[in-house]
């Protein structure tokens, strides 16, 4: 595998670990973007995909510039750009199946040093993909790719082969009183 932009070898991480961020609470994407931005300013490469979520989100336009800008990522969406509501369509299930394959691939390519799946769990617990497939995708990581894990309803299999799970807890939510989502802050 090519050293990439790293200056060399010993500043790549020795192991790749697997990371899931799940729970009722905010700031789930969050995290990961945050880690998506640590891992470029240390110039490793990312590969950022979502199987739900179809729409530019605020934090996609930054990763978007980001990428124009030169920096290391791949940003991919594979859902249909809707909220999906009752059973996914076949359609939803085959952009899932479809995106899921792409990433698998990519990870195991050696050209990411991180690979963010957002919305994992979520698209599990949904029936688009499921949480064998996502198993599946963590005995494929190969040892120096970090997979980052994002959504509500992780599996306890799914917590239990991961190295570092932080569930985000609602404690509190202006949502509770009305407040939609508000440009910058959650979309």
């Known amino acids: 595998m090519s050293e990439g932009i790293y200056d060399s070898m010993k500043d790549r991480f020795e192991r790749g670990y697997v990371q899931i961020y799940t729970g009722n609470g ?11 931005l640590r891992a470029l300013g240390a110039g490793m490469r990312v590969l ?12 996609i336009k930054m990763l978007e510039r980001i ?6 990522i791949t940003f991919k969406q594979y859902g249909e750009g809707r909220f999906i509501v009752g059973p996914p369509s076949e359609s939803d299930k085959e952009a899932a199946k479809i995106g899921l394959e792409e990433i698998r691939t990519a990870m195991k390519s050696g050209e990411y ?18 949480f064998s497939d996502l198993i ?4 494929d990581k190969p040892p120096m ?11 306890d299999e799914l917590i239990e082969r991961a190295d570092l799970v932080t569930e985000m807890r609602e404690i509190k939510h202006y949502y509770q009183k ?10």
Request: proline letters at 0%; glycine letters at 14%.
């Open 136 to 139: 599946s995708l963590i005995d």
């Open 113 to 130: 040093d991180l690979v963010v799946l957002d919305e994992a769990n979520v698209a599990a617990k949904l029936g688009l993909i499921s």
């Open 67 to 72: 990428s124009d800008l030169g920096g290391s």
């Open 178 to 187: 009305g407040v939609m989502a508000r440009m910058g802050i959650e979309s």
């Open 145 to 155: 790719v970090e997979l980052v894990l994002t959504g509500r309803g992780a599996s």
């Open 26 to 36: 905010k700031g789930k994407t969050t995290a990961s973007i945050g880690l998506t």
């Open 48 to 59: 950022f995909a979502q199987l739900i979520k179809g729409s530019k989100y605020s934090e």
